[in-house]
């Protein structure tokens, strides 16, 4: 049973446009969600964050929307570059305990064309 | 550099044998994490330590063990391997006992059972 589900596995974007990675979840006690962007033969790398407090959260090129209602977040890269070419993972978190540990979806991977 | 150091980069070895990966996390960080990575999967958890105890475990066969040792560097085995067992081992620390945003991945080990 999949509780993060990232639905496209690929996404390609020109140069100078928006991306848009999206992420659905199940479980309605996830309460912290991330993004990573993995570069190939490397770990994958924390990008952004958000608390279930908030339905937005920006940094630089980079906003998460989260909406709890639809159980649905959403990361959008503008203006996207070569350089963001990459494969994102979405993850959620439960609070406390031995809960606490990430929960990931497949990932999609982006390409953004120059 | 993440600072979490996992070695050996690559590994190959047969159905049947039992392989050992280690994990040096960042330094000052207590916890590490397991997760291991198949072909068109997402992260999935198996086992965190924090400071030495088992804190949580996710999808880790029995198979499978790890332990986290005092100079908090962590290892992983892996025995009776099977060919689905091949995969991506990665390898995550946290200062804390939850890997909020700066939980931070090592490099991999790739793992081929032939």
């Known amino acids: 049973d999949q509780q993060v589900k990232q639905n496209s596995p690929s996404l390609s974007v020109q140069e100078g446009r928006i991306s848009i990675l999206n992420c659905d979840y199940t479980n309605s006690m996830f309460d912290y969600f991330l993004w990573y962007k993995k570069y190939p033969a490397e770990g994958p790398t924390f990008l952004i964050s958000i608390s279930s407090i908030k339905d937005k959260n920006e940094d630089g090129r980079f906003t998460v929307f989260l909406n709890k209602s639809a159980k649905h977040l959403s990361l959008h890269i503008v203006p996207s570059q070569p350089g963001d070419s990459a494969v994102y993972f979405c993850?959620?978190?439960?609070?406390?305990?031995?809960?606490?540990?990430?929960?990931f979806g497949k990932g999609t991977k982006l390409s953004v064309k120059p | 550099d993440s600072g979490v150091t996992q070695t050996p980069k690559h590994l190959i070895t047969a159905t049947g044998q039992r392989v050992t990966l280690r994990c040096s996390p960042r330094s000052g960080d207590l916890s590490v994490y397991w997760y291991q990575q198949s072909l068109d999967q997402g992260l999935q958890f198996l086992i965190q330590?924090?400071?030495?105890?088992?804190?949580a475990k996710g999808n880790i066969l029995e198979r499978f063990s790890a332990q986290q040792f005092p100079d908090l560097h962590s290892e992983l085995n892996l025995s009776s391997l099977e060919l689905g067992d091949s995969a991506l081992y990665f390898c995550a620390s946290s200062v804390g006992a939850h890997p909020t945003p700066e939980a931070f991945f090592g490099q991999g080990t790739r793992l081929t059972v032939v």
């Open positions: 993850a959620a978190a439960r609070p406390g305990g031995s809960q606490g540990n990430l929960i």
């Open positions: 330590y924090y400071n030495g105890e088992e804190r």
